[in-house]
């Protein structure tokens, strides 16, 4: 029917969208993005815009360079790979705050961790005690993710990812562990797809919408022969959406996503870096899209660190700043339902005269601490290790004798990129609701 009768397909791309995504990936000048460094091997790349409203495919690259055949691999949709520390907004922090287990301001405490054997460690050498779960999401701690993986349990987490957000290629037997929903150690992975549908997911008001690439096929006399049935389901509530796109603003404007800061547009965002260095991504969005990135080798090698580590940001940050061109920077809706309040940003409690590190920080309801700051903090360079009344372990943070790790996890520390984090303890910014 394509070649004879001529079919009317309805795509849901932007042409405005897909030329800024060929221009970044096809241009022969960018050898600066994608060197080819190992041998002479070509790096590749994937990218898939998605309007978060809607949840309609706006744009989608499978590759590097001029599309030169049809029905070659698009690494967009048929490439399964680690996702690293992208996944943990969507594994770990979405589900805690959303079973009301954690807000932006609870403290937990970047410490020495081991379960059988298994030594996680984080990115940076050593630990920083104490830190509120924004700084946690921020800079991308391994052990805070983990600690709070365990408080929500890896069936809900797992839950959340299948049968809510429809990632397809995780499955229980393989990954229903702390390591691979922690630190995205996955053994099968994830599409760049499914990365664009699960972030849209926040930046669409905690709604997951199945991503499609059409509204409707007519045939040469009209009728419509094929209409996309649009599926949708509601995965967090609006405050836990809004929560975590606070939380990923900070991420994207001053911690690990600085380098894929865009020039005029407020964006949210996340690295994600796997343990060996292999794949290399960064999710983000705006108001008005989500970008999500993948780097790295088809044939999975190491991407070094010192040349390529923020290819993926950079990636993102030339297509989105074509892509939001001429649009206003309206920022993101102040969250409509959450509570605010002063905290002291070593106990996590409300502050009191003589806490020195407090933050304004967005609460769900009935999630606002209670309890006053006891004034007692640690003094500077003091080891954090129980040492601090307030920050003794969470009782309910113990080991779940079914969330044992992952016999294949080797101890990762997943090497996320140092950029320039902001400094600890700076002002937050983010606003209160008007
Ligand atoms: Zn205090």
Redesign the pocket.
Known sequence: MVYSGGLKIYSTMNVDVQNAMHKTFEDSENTKLFPKLSGDVQPQAAMVIISPEDGAIRGMVGGVGPKTESLILNRATDTYRQPGSSIKPIAVYGPAVELNLISPGSIIIDEPFSQNGWNPQNWYKGYEGPVTMRRAVERSMNIPAIKTLMQVGVDASFDFLVNKMHFSNITAKDDKYLSPLALGGLTKGVSVKEMAAAYATFANKGIYTQPYMYTKVLDKTGKVILEKEIVNNRVFSEQTADIMTSVLVTTAEGGLGISAKLSNMTAAGKTGTTNDDKDRWYVGYTPYYVGAVWYGYDEPKTVPYSQTSIVAHKLFKSVMNDVHAGLKNKGFKAPSGVSWATI?L??G?L??E??EKTAYEMFKPGMVPVKE???V?LAEGENPEGTDPNATPDPNATPDPNATPDPNATPQPSAEPATTPRPEHTPIPIAPAA
């Open positions: 002291c070593e106990s409690d502050a009191v003589g806490c700051c006891s004034g903090h």
